[in-house]
């Protein structure tokens, strides 16, 4: 299990205890590929994920938000 960080514009639409499924991405960029992971029904996007870091698993649960300078992160823990 890893924690991975999300940003939520919005209250409310995740809690802790929550479980997500989420989609994966892609993104080829001058380093490499990139993968980012959005907990669906697109409540939450993560940041750049490099190739090596990919996960295994799209479920996740809800371990803590946070708000941060007007801004909502997530964080799930990811099998």
């Known amino acids: 299990m890893r924690d991975i960080e999300f ?3 919005r209250p ?3 809690k802790p205890g929550d479980e997500a499924e ?3 991405s892609v993104l080829d960029t001058l380093s490499g590929k990139m993968y980012y992971y959005t907990i669906e029904p697109a409540l939450a996007m993560s940041g750049n994920i490099p190739a ?3 996960l ?4 996740c649960r809800i371990k803590d938000v946070k708000l ?6 997530v964080i799930a823990e990811c099998e």
């Open 7 to 9: 940003r939520m514009e």
């Open 12 to 14: 409310d639409l995740l």
């Open 22 to 24: 989420m989609t994966e």
């Open 52 to 54: 090596k870091q990919r």
């Open 56 to 59: 295994h698993s799209l479920h």
């Open 68 to 73: 941060e300078n007007s801004v909502y992160t």
